[in-house]
């Protein structure tokens, strides 16, 4: 029986030093206040987790950040600058101007975008004809109907259904180009549906 208590002391003491090296942290003592009521053996200890280096904490915040850009850059894709030898009927005055006369009757340009290569057009259709799409693409101007680009339809709130249409010269059409274009027409979308 006595060697059940011994060894019940023995793995006690074993199990408290384990738990007391597992559990270490750092401990300050603090001298108390000079209060006459307190007395003299009194001491404050406060125990605080080991601090994490600024540089970690930073490094960490940059890590995610990088993370974040990358995904944006998948989604949004990166802005356009306009190539300076894109043909002017890719560029927003003529492009205006040939859509208004190729639309008179089919279709109004609600809003243009061409803050970034390629302009955008945001286009209500004045007819429900399926045919009135063939129609507007048949009149616009040799350069710009053969358009490299995309088309985002929708319905407007008066019911009628309107575009996003994107004019790009065929030669200047890529990946990148086209992963940005569909952001900014998506964008352009939801803004015209939010007003």
């Given at each position: 029986m006595r060697w059940r208590f011994a060894l019940s002391v023995c793995a006690s003491f074993v199990a408290g030093a384990f738990a007391a090296s597992s559990l270490q942290?750092?401990?300050?003592?603090?001298?108390?206040?000079?209060?006459?009521?307190?007395?003299?053996?009194?001491?404050?200890?406060?125990?605080?987790?080991?601090?994490?280096?600024?540089?970690?904490?930073?490094?960490?915040?940059?890590?995610?950040?990088?993370?974040?850009?990358?995904?944006?850059?998948?989604?949004?894709?990166?802005?356009?600058?306009?190539?300076?030898?894109?043909?002017?009927?890719?560029?927003?005055?003529?492009?205006?101007?040939?859509?208004?006369?190729?639309?008179?009757g089919l279709a109004t340009v609600n809003e243009m975008d061409c803050e970034e290569y390629p302009c955008i057009a945001l286009v209500a259709l004045t007819s429900d004809d399926q045919s009135c799409c063939t129609q507007i693409e048949e009149r616009l101007p040799d350069p710009v109907r053969q358009k490299m680009g995309g088309a985002y339809m929708y319905q407007s709130e008066d019911g009628r259904m309107a575009a996003a249409l994107t004019f790009g010269a065929p030669d200047r059409w890529n990946a990148d180009v086209s992963t940005r274009a569909t952001w900014r027409m998506e964008q352009m979308v939801e803004e015209a549906q939010d007003r």
């Open positions: 942290r750092r401990v300050e003592s603090v001298p108390p206040p000079d209060d006459p009521r307190v007395a003299p053996s009194a001491r404050v200890v406060t125990v605080s987790e080991p601090a994490r280096s600024c540089d970690e904490t930073i490094s960490e915040c940059e890590r995610a950040r990088d993370f974040y850009r990358a995904q944006l850059v998948v989604y949004e894709g990166t802005p356009q600058a306009w190539p300076v030898d894109v043909p002017d009927a890719f560029r927003e005055t003529p492009l205006r101007d040939a859509l208004r006369e190729s639309f008179d």
